[in-house]
């Protein structure tokens, strides 16, 4: 199985900062890593797939970029509504498998 | 408006089974791959598994082959997930979710079903 860290676990941030968050994986795989946004008692909301494609409707301050074993997830410009854990999957190799989360508060 | 809508959890007792269902509309169902994914109370994201748009081909995550079973329903638009055996760390919210076009990424979920697993 293709195992995912993420870093920080964890961030203080405030609101107009620039955030990113890195996603490594334990082996190289295609460009099937994917970007979600969860909230307390919500269910995940894709940000970003194919490491750099933007889901429809999601602001262009975020952004996914990498490619091999390491990603990452930049805010451009952090809003009050992107306080937040964030999760990287992988979507190439069975079974797929998301990182541990990076909390932003 | 693509809505996606799990029902059938609750508490079991451990060795017990449940189905999971998840009745979508708002887009062509068949059109779709579709997961389940859960996640434990305060806990991160695991997937569980996926299925192919016919229900002729699905997947698992290693630990639950041979305990969840994964089935669709096109005519009457619903994903199932059918749990036996089941175990204290099955508790989790469960989600079914749909496929961005076989990426492998998931557009829309549902809001979760709550399952529970104690004596």
């Known amino acids: 199985d293709i195992r995912m860290t993420q870093s920080p676990s964890s961030l203080s941030a405030s609101v107009g900062d620039r955030v990113t968050i890195t996603c490594r994986a334990s082996?190289?795989?295609?460009?099937?890593l994917n970007w979600y946004q969860q909230k307390p008692g919500n269910a995940p909301n894709l940000l970003v797939y194919?490491?750099?494609t933007l889901q429809s409707g999601v602001p262009s301050r975020f952004s996914g970029s990498g490619s091999g074993t390491n990603f990452t997830l930049t805010i451009s410009c952090l809003q009050p509504e992107d306080f937040a854990t964030y999760y990287c999957?992988?979507?190439?190799?069975?079974?797929?498998?998301f990182g541990p989360g990076t909390k932003i508060d | 408006e693509v809505q996606l809508v799990e029902s059938g959890g609750g508490l079991v007792q451990p060795g017990g089974s449940l189905r999971l269902s998840c009745a979508a509309s708002g887009f062509n169902f068949s059109d779709y791959w579709m997961h389940w994914v859960r996640q434990p109370p305060g806990k991160g994201l695991m997937w569980v598994s996926r299925?192919?748009?016919?229900?002729?081909?699905?997947v698992y995550a290693d630990s639950l082959k041979g305990r969840f079973a994964i089935s669709r329903d096109n005519t009457n638009n619903t994903l199932y997930l059918q749990m036996s055996n089941l175990r204290a760390d099955d508790t989790a919210v469960y989600y079914c979710?749909?496929?961005?076009?076989?990426?492998?990424?998931?557009?829309?979920w549902g809001q979760g079903t709550v399952v529970t697993v104690s004596s």
């Open positions: 082996q190289t795989f295609g460009n099937f």
């Open positions: 979710a749909r496929d961005v076009r076989e990426v492998g990424a998931t557009d829309y």
């Open positions: 999957q992988q979507s190439s190799n069975i079974p797929f498998t």
């Open positions: 194919a490491a750099s």
């Open positions: 299925i192919d748009v016919n229900g002729t081909s699905s």
